[in-house]
Structure formats: C-alpha cells, structure tokens
C-alpha cells in the first residue's frame, strides 16, 4: 500500500458528460501527479501540482482541469469526454517538486466512457 | 518517433535467470524513472535516478547520461517479478514514458 488513495476505483459514464477523480496524497507530501494510461498511448503524464500551485503541465487536454486543494487532496476534472478519454488515471504523490523525488502511485480510476 | 525507447518489448525468463531491460532515450534528460506495473494494474516506483548504479534488494538500476542509456537487472528472477517495467525520462517539467517490457518468469 504506497499510502496514496484514489476514488472512485471505477467509473463508467457516456460522451459529453463531465466527470471528476479525486487523490488523496501520502501523508506530508506535497506534490501531486497526475497520469493517464490508455491502450494506444500507454503512460502520460497529465499535470502536476505543489503545494497548491501548479507546478508542471504535460500532455493535458483543455477539456482536462486539475486543482489541489488546502488540505493538499487533488481532483482531476475531465469535461465534454470522448471515447478516447477512455483510460486508467493514475495520480502519485511525493514529498518535494524536486525532480529527484520518488513518486508513490495510487491504485489508479479506470474511466470507461461509453 | 518515441523520445524513450525500451527493449525488448517482451523477454520470457526461466526462474533464477538473470535479466535484463535496457532504456535508451534521445532527449536530454536530468532523471529517470524505472516503474514496475503489475498484472492488476498497480504502479509501484522502483527507482529515481540521475547518475551511476541504486541497488534494491535483486534490482540494479544503471544510468549513462552521455549515452542516454539506462539498465534495469533483476538477479536471481522469481516468477513475482513478472510484471510490466517502464522506463521514464524527465526533462524539466515533463515525462517522457517508454512503452514498457513485459515480463514473464516462469517457474
């Protein structure tokens, strides 16, 4: 168990609708990732987040929304889906933004968009 | 074309072998990620690192900055290793993720 928890663990929704995965970050860490896995893509990364401000962007889409709040849990807002959004979100935690810091991933939702 | 490359893509070992996964990349790069996926789908981080050789139990992670290489062993393989191992090379603020090797030990 990494200490990481993310919700829900599955989520089965249709096109056009909105969304939002929620992570809760070990204990005392400051930063949060957020990754999507999908078949065709395999591992991205999403966005990162410290300490409340974002920290790092990589290949979000602007349908795609994160925020991290006081108590430092992050959601992952995902808007107007696509079949394509279809994928396993993971979020990880470490204890900096430094880049040398080991991340700690949560078990991951897996999204199915019909 | 990928900026993180991984071979091979699937290795089959015989319990107690030992293996070997390379990663090389052609972006400049400050740190590297190795990740471990199991067959449930769990991300486990099994090393970060920027320079030389970390040492974890039965795996050995090696970086050549200059040669944009790296090299993941796992001694004395045991068929729980068999998992999917991802490469991960960051560069500034971003990730760039190899496609993963997956591995399957047989008893």
């Known amino acids: 168990d990494s200490g990481v928890t993310q919700t829900p663990k599955h989520l089965i929704t249709a096109t056009g609708q909105r969304v939002t995965l929620r992570c809760s970050p070990r204990s005392g860490d400051l930063s949060v990732y957020w990754y999507q896995q999908s078949l065709d893509q395999g591992l991205q990364f999403l966005i990162q987040y410290y300490n409340g401000e974002e920290r790092a962007k990589g290949n979000i889409l602007e349908r795609f929304s994160a925020q991290q709040f006081p108590d430092l849990h992050s959601e992952l807002n995902l808007s107007s889906l696509e079949l394509g959004d279809s994928a396993l979100y993971f979020c990880a935690s470490s204890a900096e933004g430094r880049i040398y810091n080991e991340q700690f991933f949560g078990p991951g939702t897996r999204l199915t968009v019909l | ?107």
């Open chain 2, 1 to 107: 074309k990928n900026e993180v490359e991984q071979s091979p893509q699937n290795l089959t070992a015989q319990e107690g072998e030992f293996i070997t996964i390379n990663c090389s990349y052609s972006v400049g790069i400050s740190a590297l990620h190795w990740l471990q996926q199991h067959p449930g789908g769990g991300i486990v981080s099994l090393f970060m690192l920027s320079s030389g050789k970390k040492k974890h139990g039965r795996l050995i992670a090696t970086i050549n900055i200059q040669e944009k290489h790296s090299s993941l062993h796992i001694t004395a393989s045991h068929p729980r290793d068999s998992a999917v191992y991802i490469c991960a090379g960051k560069t500034g603020n971003q990730f760039y993720f190899g496609t993963g090797t997956s591995l399957t030990v047989i008893p």
